[in-house]
């Protein structure tokens, strides 16, 4: 079931001229409901203009800050972008979903480890959430993080940043770049590229050194860094990403066709969610489990249906379905049969999915 609660907002402020920060007002007794662990999301609900519309956010706070924070960038066009920046205020109420989602590693106390983030724009929400907790709560563990930004006046939570950095003086590195603004020393300047890396990774970063990298940005960026960074020698299973897609690849979309042409009517699906089981037959208006179902009048949890959020995550315990892309899913959780059922489409007669995971 989508397992939303009524909050209240308690402060709305804008960070930059195009992002907004909501913290909302979590009662005492959903406190342990709403727990969540650094790299997290809450998907927001909002009716607008008598349209359901559904997006996820970053927590940008720490767990140790008993505090819920988001931060929402205007999206040109966007519609609960726009809402939140133009429109919502302190007082108001929000349908929020309890917290989700596996972007982040366990927090020891007795860690030593030395962590490296990258991020562009946005993607600092659930980076600064990490920094935060691994900071305070690791003693004796390093943080670097290498930031792009288009000016100086668009970072969002600079402020927060360099506080952390005095407060963790020695222990955080941050390392900012510009694409619409030029300063004088030239690797600070553009995006990151063969060059970039190449002084960062014999310059600023020792990889044999590195335990965790954690990216957050644009497709592009995530793939070119991260790429890099594995070719470079660092272990694949050491770099952890999430990232905001911008365009399907031309094997995203050949996959799509093929999906597309799928004959899933007749398909006997099978939805176990609350402990409970829902079970329909696909028909030909929808592909994917996820729309048929809730054409059906299952009530399950989701927010982007692009296969970037994992609201939307089961387990296949019988059958076989695929998916059309898939952003959101580690290679060990799609080898466990995890799949994004806003992607999958039945492959064969029958299907039965768990939510409950």
Known sequence: MADFHKLKVADVYR????????????????QG????????????????????????????SSPNENLWKVAVKQIPGGKFSTFVNSTLKAGDFLEVMTPSGTFGVPVNPENAKNYLFFAAGSGITPILSMIKTHLASEPNSTCKLFYVNKTAK???????????????????????????????????????????????????IDLPDTNEVFLCGPEQMVNFVSQYLIQAGLPKELVHFELFVTGLSEEDIKRAERLAKQNVEGTEVIIIDGGKEFSFTMTKEFDNILDAALGAGADLPFACKGGVCSTCKCQVKEGDVEMKINYALEADEVDQDYVLSCQAVPKT?????????
Do not use: W
């Not at 001229?17 to 959903?30: G, H, I, K, R």
């Not at 997290?40 to 940008?60: F, G, P, W």
């Not at 506080?163 to 300063?183: A, H, P, S, V």
């Open 349 to 357: 007669q029958k299907v039965v999915v768990d939510f409950d995971v």
């Open 15 to 30: 960070e930059t001229n195009d992002t907004s920060v909501v913290t909302f007002e979590v009662p005492t007794e959903l």
């Open 33 to 60: 409901t709403f727990k969540f662990k650094q790299g997290q999301h809450l998907t927001l609900k909002a009716t607008i203009n008598d349209e359901d519309v559904r997006r996820s956010y970053s927590l940008c």
């Open 154 to 204: 668009s970072i969002i939570f600079k402020e927060a940043l360099e506080q952390l950095r005095n407060t963790y003086f020695g222990r955080l590195e941050i390392y900012y770049f510009l694409t619409k603004e030029r300063r004088d020393i030239e690797l600070f300047n553009g995006r990151f590229d063969d060059e970039k890396m190449k002084v960062l990774t014999t310059t600023f």
